[in-house]
């Protein structure tokens, strides 16, 4: 508002960003106790992924430009999951990586990867973002409700995400590799596997 101080008008931006804050753990908390049992398909993981990039990309609204690279391997096994859970699971990890990469380097750049297991009977889909990357002692903390170390943050959106794979019967996790930012890891169950 025009009438009020510059000291006041602090005090309202700081009240906004809080409420806005506790909104989104409501909201987060209202979608955990909401959840639904898993509505699973068998999903062709390569063309699913190229669908959510392309989807993701033209539904993000902050007018930036964002860079998603993609990268397949060949034969990818299918995967049983319920798309509209795991495509909840994706924007998260693609918005923070986007949003962390955007902090450390200036752009809009996360690099989704869709590989098989060693074992070669499973699908996994890596997302990587080029931020900062998570310090060794917020490692094992990362997907415990509540924690962050985003000022804005709630703490809820990793804990749901691993939520969502389980129900899924999917694994998420933070890979620890030696490059710059972070690679979180969604490795699906093996497709003959009934959820």
Same mark, same amino acid.
């Given at each position: 508002s025009p009438n009020l101080d510059k000291g006041d008008q602090q005090m309202l931006d700081i009240i906004r960003?809080? +409420? *806005? !804050?506790?909104?989104?753990?409501?909201?987060?908390?209202?979608?955990? +106790? *909401? !959840?639904?049992?898993?509505?699973t398909e068998l999903v062709d993981i390569g063309h699913w992924l190229q669908e959510f990039r392309d989807d993701f990309q033209?539904?993000?609204?902050?007018?930036?430009?964002?860079?998603i690279e993609l990268s397949l391997a060949p034969n990818l096994p299918r995967a049983r999951f319920d798309k509209s859970q795991i495509e909840q699971v994706m924007v998260n990890l693609c918005d923070n990586g986007l949003r962390y990469s955007k902090q450390q380097t200036g752009e809009n750049r996360i690099e989704l990867v869709a590989g098989i297991t060693a074992d070669g009977e499973r699908a996994y889909v890596d997302v990587r973002d080029f931020g900062p990357g998570i310090a060794d002692e917020h490692r094992g903390s990362v997907f415990e409700p509540f924690f962050t170390t985003d000022k804005g943050g709630t703490g809820l959106g990793l804990y749901l995400a691993r939520e969502l794979c389980e129900a899924n019967q999917?694994?998420?996790?933070?890979?620890?590799?030696?490059?710059?930012?972070c690679r979180f890891r969604i490795t699906f169950a093996h497709p003959g596997r009934m959820i």
């Open positions: 960003r809080h +409420s *806005r !804050r506790v909104n989104g753990i409501i909201e987060n908390v209202l979608d955990l +106790s *909401r !959840r639904r049992a898993a509505d033209h539904t993000r609204n902050d007018g930036a430009e964002t860079t999917a694994h998420l996790a933070l890979v620890n590799n030696k490059q710059p930012g």
